[in-house]
């Protein structure tokens, strides 16, 4: 069957299933597979009965051979202030989604930036004096379109409100951002304009973005753990980055504010004990790994411990869950959603493109697999694992097929990899699949994964949440994942993988 599924006026998609489940669960876990969605799903019918109306999905019976159209909402449990005071003692059980939880009170959550600007920016609310003078200076425009001259100081109060207002939302804005912000305020204090400028906050911009990097100093200065952790040392530490190198928006977050260290540091023990339990609360697990957020991101940015001291100190990071939810709150974005999203968009422009590059001697093979098996998850994964050779970059000590019981030897020489455990090993891309592993320093840390790419979204996930950098030799498959896939920093592409881009997105291809 066919079905036009609506999940919101903006994202509406296609599907197509061979044949019904039996149950509603069934069909409700088909669809958050298929459709990359988590939490609890209403699934509504159009009622021929009713005019074609919308009526709850209770019964597979509902369902016909003509029926094409769903409407799929994700239920969110609401934030009560009862809620948020809960302590993690008394949470109970639950399967709830990640982004639902209520996880811990406000005052024992890390502090963290959303990292999108609105746009329109909302201009904050400036100090009274400075309010009172750019209302006449509106009023002096409007009646004979005079402007405002402003005093230097009154200048620079008005930049480091700015300052401030965008440092809560990102610490480096870019060009555009600085944009968004200066038109803001012309638009709301029009007396502010500059006189022979073609937009009237051509200066404006730059000065936002020059007291940007004021405010940061003052902030490395008075001692701010995460943009301290970017300055450059005096011996020529070149190789440190000033700024969080793919566009993480939590890098390195402060503290909560009501935690110390050993508070922080007994969350963790509990976190430990939890996870060694045969019935794990997850609901617990997800509000101790929430308030812990900030002594996690120190110990790995700054310790860079092994992988292995990770995963004893960290059992509950090297779960799927717990990548998915410290991926979010690292990016602000979702893992899986970003990642599937972007890359089904991107499927058919690439296998265009790869028929197309006759010069690269691999692409053939991975592109027959498509004769025997053209589902949607094939095509994914031909375009993932093609993507290096397209490239011209190396795989073979990223991406490893082999027989099972052979797995202990290939992920040896693995920085970061991901591992095949199939019979059938000399396909380039197998058809039936025992086992997908992630490897990182020689180590298995995830298995059993349900297929090449979900084993590509989480380890993308896996690099941001260990601050691992990309391999060398796969710099640009990488990239193209992060910035044209993901969408993630994709303003900043190195000329090549906007090369790329522009190929997938012409229409001459």
């Not at 109060?157 to 012309?186: M, R, W, Y």
């Amino acid at each position: 069957m066919r079905f036009r599924v609506i999940l919101a006026p903006d994202d509406i998609r296609r599907l197509s299933i061979e044949s019904l489940p039996e149950t509603l669960d069934s069909f409700i876990n088909l669809l958050k597979n298929e459709l990359h969605l988590d939490g609890t799903l209403i699934v509504q019918f159009e009622d021929r009965n009713y005019g074609n109306e919308l009526c709850n999905l209770t019964s597979m019976s509902d369902l016909t051979e003509e029926m094409t159209t769903l409407r799929v909402f994700q239920k969110h449990v609401p934030e009560s202030s009862n809620d948020l005071e809960t302590s993690i003692d008394e949470l109970s059980d639950s399967t709830l989604d990640t982004a639902s939880l209520p996880s811990t009170s406000s005052r024992d959550s890390t502090p963290k930036r959303s990292g999108y600007l609105p746009d329109p920016f909302v201009i904050p609310k400036f100090p009274t004096d400075i309010e009172l003078r750019l209302q006449r200076g509106n009023e002096a425009y409007y009646r004979d379109g005079s402007l405002l001259d402003v005093p230097r100081s009154i200048r620079s109060d008005i930049l480091d409100t700015l300052a401030e207002a965008l440092f809560q939302i990102k610490t480096h804005p870019t060009n555009g951002e600085c944009s968004i912000v200066a038109k803001a305020l012309v638009d709301k204090f029009s007396c502010l304009k500059e006189a022979g400028s073609r937009d009237g906050w051509y200066a404006w911009k730059y000065s936002i973005h020059y007291k940007m990097g004021n405010f940061r100093q003052q902030l490395r200065i008075a001692g701010s753990v995460e943009l301290s952790v970017h300055k450059r040392s005096a011996s020529g530490d070149s190789k440190r980055p000033k700024k969080a190198w793919r566009s993480e928006v939590n890098f390195l977050p402060e503290h909560p504010p009501n935690k110390t260290m050993e508070m922080l540091e007994q969350d963790r023990s509990n976190l430990q004990s939890e996870m060694t339990k045969k019935n794990v609360d997850w609901k617990k697990v997800d509000a101790l790994m929430d308030s812990t957020f900030s002594l996690r991101r120190k110990e790995i940015i700054k310790e860079e411990p092994l992988v292995k001291d990770l995963q004893a100190r960290w059992s509950a990071l090297f779960t799927e869950r717990q990548i998915d939810a410290e991926f979010t709150r690292i990016v602000s974005k979702n893992l899986k959603q970003s990642f599937f999203h972007g890359l089904d968009e991107l499927v058919p422009r690439f296998l265009r493109l790869y028929r197309h590059r006759e010069t690269v001697k691999e692409l053939p093979a991975f592109l027959a697999s498509l004769d025997a098996d053209n589902s949607n998850q094939q095509k994914r994964a031909v375009v993932l694992l093609a993507l290096p050779h397209f490239l011209k970059e190396d795989p073979s000590h990223f991406f490893k097929i082999c027989k099972p019981n052979e797995d202990t030897e290939a992920i040896k020489g693995m920085d970061v990899g991901i591992l095949i455990v199939t019979e059938d090993a000399e396909r380039p891309v197998p058809k039936e699949v025992v086992d997908v592993v992630l490897a990182v320093e020689e180590s298995v840390v995830l298995r059993k994964l349900k297929d090449v790419p979900h084993a590509f979204a989480l380890l993308m996930g896996l690099l941001y949440v260990l601050n691992i950098q990309y391999p060398k030799g796969l710099r640009y498959m990488f990239e193209v994942i992060q910035k044209v896939i993901m969408k993630i920093g994709e303003n900043t592409c190195s000329s090549r993988v906007n090369g790329v881009r522009n190929k997938l997105m012409s229409t001459n291809m």
